[in-house]
């Protein structure tokens, strides 16, 4: 059974700080890509940062500067240090995982976390 567990949202002010955690289930061996999207309403869900199994990393423009991806290949886990939050990136934060077995593309996703930013 594949799981994402995320946790860390809540509710902080402009210029402050969270880190959201996700940990897949072992059941996803050392996924090739993870990363994290958002959501907010009435918005697309974007791509905040991912980062492969070798390391890369992919920041949104957005972000650069401020988040910051790590991932625990031997735990399956991701966390995005969030620095100096400011009220846009409010939106339901969603951990991904993506893999690559037997010539066949998978994406999980977590449940989603909240967090705001008020200004």
């Known amino acids: 059974q594949v799981q994402l567990v995320e946790s860390g949202g809540g509710l902080v002010q402009a210029g402050g700080t969270l880190r959201l955690s996700c940990t897949v289930s072992?059941?996803?061996?050392?996924?090739?890509?993870m990363g994290w999207y958002r959501q907010a309403p009435g918005m697309q869900r974007e791509l905040v940062a991912s980062?492969?199994?070798?390391?890369?990393?992919i920041y949104a423009d957005s972000v650069k500067g401020r988040f910051t991806i790590s991932r625990d290949n031997a735990k399956n886990t991701v966390d995005l240090q969030m620095n100096s939050l400011i009220p846009e990136d409010t939106a339901v934060y969603y951990c991904?995982?993506?893999?690559?077995?037997?010539?066949?593309?998978?994406?999980?996703w977590g449940q989603g976390t909240q967090v705001t930013v008020s200004s």
């Open positions: 072992r059941s996803i061996s050392s996924p090739n890509v």
């Open positions: 991904n995982a993506h893999q690559r077995v037997g010539g066949r593309d998978y994406d999980y």
């Open positions: 980062v492969t199994s070798g390391g890369s990393t």
